[in-house]
């Protein structure tokens, strides 16, 4: 008779299954079925895949660069190379259940993360077991300029603030990736957001994650809302609003609402008092951006409809890609197809050949560049892409 498998084993044998990367849409259920056992394994026997595991892994300074809801943050090397060490904080908890419960959403994150890679995802190096004493870390890369909430403070201190049209386009990339893994994130927000070196911004940090179709608060999730004032009712409230990939769109909402402005959403409640409001409403008014310019009508509505209380009336993150993404360089575009001048004087218009919420474009002939109709609103437009 053959001996029964270890939780190791099944972990490897789930690993091995489970390509990471993976995009084909037949398999998408399979692909959850087979996260939900790896989770259900890795969170009762306390085990990780071998393959998981690294060594050569190094903490070089002992001053906590950033904290989490249960893991601290210090920064470290990989062979050699910098990285993130996100180091699970149980040691200082002082119940069992306390400690029971931490161990498993680390576990739960871990499981979850190795497998996504996507251009707008941080990367998933591998856990470490011998770095820390007693407790154990995830790996992840080191990204000098942090969060997209310290990278917009330091454009905006530096007179450098343009491009929120293309960082919110990239935060819903990653969002539809997510999505199309049957993966809920659950806890978007600027300070989840890091900026690379190349200035792509990345999700991070799925410590809310929910797997879609399975229950919220099963495989060892710690569920009840990520930071409040980007939470969805259905977080708050979810008995009464039900749970969707949406939610993560509604958060996406007031992420832009916290870059177009410079300040998080509702500045004026405290946040007892935005939880109970937003479960009864309460939506962020039509803000005037940093630059003294009106939001355009096209993204209010979009944003509108992001954060609509019925959670089946908000768009997918693919209609949110779609309408954010940047207008192309006028070098690129096609040549302009011209409508006859409405009169003397008025400049001819042009049918805009991309894609994105500018559609319509007048096209000065002297200098041979496209001007958008809405051009006048900074924020809807990437500066840097224009001639």
């Not at 904290?67 to 993130?84: L, R």
């Not at 002297?366 to 006048?376: M, T």
Request: proline fraction near 6%.
């Amino acid at each position: 008779m053959p001996e029964p498998l270890t939780a190791r084993q099944v972990l490897d044998s789930d690993s091995a299954t489970l390509p990471r990367g993976s995009h084909s849409s037949h398999s998408f259920a399979y692909r959850n079925q087979l996260r939900r056992l790896s989770l259900k394994v890795a969170i009762k026997y306390e085990r990780f895949p071998t393959g998981l595991i690294l060594s050569g892994v190094k903490c070089d300074d002992p001053a906590q660069r950033g904290a989490g809801g249960f893991a601290d943050v210090f920064c470290g090397t990989h062979n050699g190379t910098k990285v993130a060490l996100k180091r699970l904080r149980t040691l200082f908890m002082r119940s069992e259940s306390q400690r029971s419960t931490m161990k498993k959403a680390f576990y739960r994150e871990s499981l979850l993360w190795k497998h996504l890679v996507h251009e707008n995802i941080v990367s998933f190096i591998g856990v470490s077991e011998d770095v820390f004493s007693g407790t154990v870390c995830m790996v992840i890369p080191w990204m000098d300029r942090g969060s997209l909430r310290h990278y917009i403070d330091d454009q905006k201190s530096a007179g450098r603030l343009h491009g929120k049209h293309l960082l919110l386009h990239q935060t819903a990339l990653g969002l539809e990736y997510l999505h199309g893994e049957g993966i809920v994130h659950g806890d978007i927000h600027a300070g989840n957001i890091l900026v690379a070196d190349n200035e792509v911004v990345c999700l991070t940090d799925f410590g809310m994650a929910l797997i879609s179709e399975g229950t919220g608060y099963n495989y060892g999730s710690i569920h009840g809302g990520g930071a409040t004032r980007w939470t969805a009712p259905e977080l708050i409230d979810p008995e009464a609003f039900g749970l969707e990939s949406t939610t993560d769109v509604y958060s996406f909402a007031m992420t832009a609402i916290e870059l177009y402005t410079g300040q998080p959403p509702f500045p004026e409640f405290n946040d007892r008092q935005v939880s109970r409001k937003v479960v009864a409403g309460l939506r962020p008014s039509r803000p005037t951006l940093l630059d003294g310019i009106s939001i355009s009508d096209n993204i209010w509505t979009l944003l509108q409809s992001c954060w609509s209380e019925k959670i089946n009336t908000r768009p997918t993150s693919h209609v949110v890609v779609e309408a954010f993404v940047p207008p192309a360089p006028a070098k690129e575009l096609k040549p302009p197809v011209q409508r006859a001048a409405e009169g003397p004087g008025t400049t001819p218009t042009t049918i805009y050949h991309g894609k994105g919420i500018c559609a319509v474009a007048e096209y000065d002939y002297e200098v041979g560049r496209i001007a958008s109709s809405c051009a006048e609103e900074s924020e809807l437009m990437d500066r840097d892409t224009r001639p």
